[in-house]
């Protein structure tokens, strides 16, 4: 988001919440289209412990592996699942090695998942199916499909952003990048396996191996509209954590013209 801000990039695509990081109170830049509905992160504990699907107690007593910034969801939904991780014993920190360039998330933490290094962590689907393929990890929340706290499904959702200077120099180019991400959903809901063809020239073989199968799971929460329902439940996660002052208006956040 700051390269965006700082006019290196065009285009971000990421968690919506971040946005905050670069544009206080939504200044300057807007959400355009959702790449997926809901929080992506899931909650992956050792599979030896053998903790039932949904259990947020769980986590108690144990080491947690999120990067710096995703940390920040996790954290949150123990608050409101009413977990105080100084008090339960749960330690949330980054998992070693893998904030290096060029290294996958997924495949380092199921790795120190395997060393004992932690006994879970916090990630996207990549990294719960790295560990759960290997047999090493159990998914206990996967947020989005109802496990936790209500809440915490919209504290936020992947979506496309841009700055308001692009939008005012080149509405052009927002809107097309909008209907070029409408027709990638359409074409991944009618063949998943579109996405294998561009992991295999993005990702380790072993990565671009999954990703069909984890689209194909994900296939209902790829709803490009972006809600006001949605937009107020993330800006009240928002302020719960500091990033946001106060309330703002719909429009303020989502660009709304040449849809």
């Given amino acids: 988001m700051a390269a965006m801000r700082d006019g290196r990039l065009d285009f971000v695509a990421g968690g919506a919440h971040a946005t905050l990081n670069a544009f206080p109170n939504w200044n300057g830049a807007k959400l355009l289209i959702a790449l997926s509905q809901g929080i992506y992160w899931l909650l992956v504990l050792r599979s030896d412990l053998g903790v039932e699907r949904g259990d947020v107690d769980a986590i108690k007593g144990l080491r947690i592996g999120a990067a710096p910034g995703v940390d920040v969801g996790l954290r949150r939904l123990l608050t409101e699942a009413g977990i105080d991780a100084e008090r339960d014993g749960v330690q949330i920190a980054p998992v070693p090695g893998a904030n290096q360039p060029g290294v996958s998330f997924g495949v380092t933490a199921a790795k120190a998942l395997e060393e004992g290094q932690i006994?879970?962590?916090?990630?996207?689907?990549?990294?719960?199916?790295?560990?759960?393929?290997?047999?090493?990890?159990?998914?206990?929340?996967?947020?989005?499909?109802?496990?936790?706290?209500?809440?915490?499904?919209?504290?936020?959702?992947?979506?496309?952003?841009?700055?308001?200077?692009?939008?005012?120099?080149?509405?052009?180019?927002?809107?097309?990048?909008?209907?070029?991400?409408?027709?990638?959903?359409?074409?991944?809901?009618?063949?998943?396996?579109?996405?294998?063809?561009?992991?295999?020239?993005?990702?380790?073989?072993?990565?671009?191996?999954?990703?069909?199968?984890?689209?194909?799971?994900?296939?209902?929460?790829?709803?490009?509209?972006?809600?006001?329902?949605?937009?107020?439940?993330?800006?009240?996660?928002?302020?719960?954590?500091?990033?946001?002052?106060?309330?703002?208006?719909?429009?303020?956040?989502?660009?709304t013209s040449g849809q």
Avoid: C, H
């Fill in 119 to 255: 006994d879970g962590f916090w990630a996207n689907a990549m990294g719960a199916e790295t560990a759960v393929r290997r047999g090493i990890g159990t998914i206990a929340l996967d947020v989005r499909r109802g496990d936790g706290p209500d809440a915490a499904r919209f504290y936020t959702f992947a979506a496309l952003v841009t700055t308001d200077r692009l939008i005012e120099r080149n509405p052009d180019a927002v809107a097309a990048a909008v209907r070029a991400i409408r027709k990638t959903q359409q074409a991944l809901k009618a063949d998943p396996e579109l996405a294998t063809e561009v992991g295999n020239r993005l990702f380790p073989r072993a990565e671009a191996g999954m990703i069909a199968d984890i689209i194909r799971r994900d296939l209902p929460f790829y709803d490009p509209e972006i809600s006001e329902e949605v937009i107020r439940r993330m800006n009240r996660f928002a302020q719960d954590i500091g990033l946001l002052s106060a309330p703002v208006p719909y429009e303020q956040v989502v660009y």
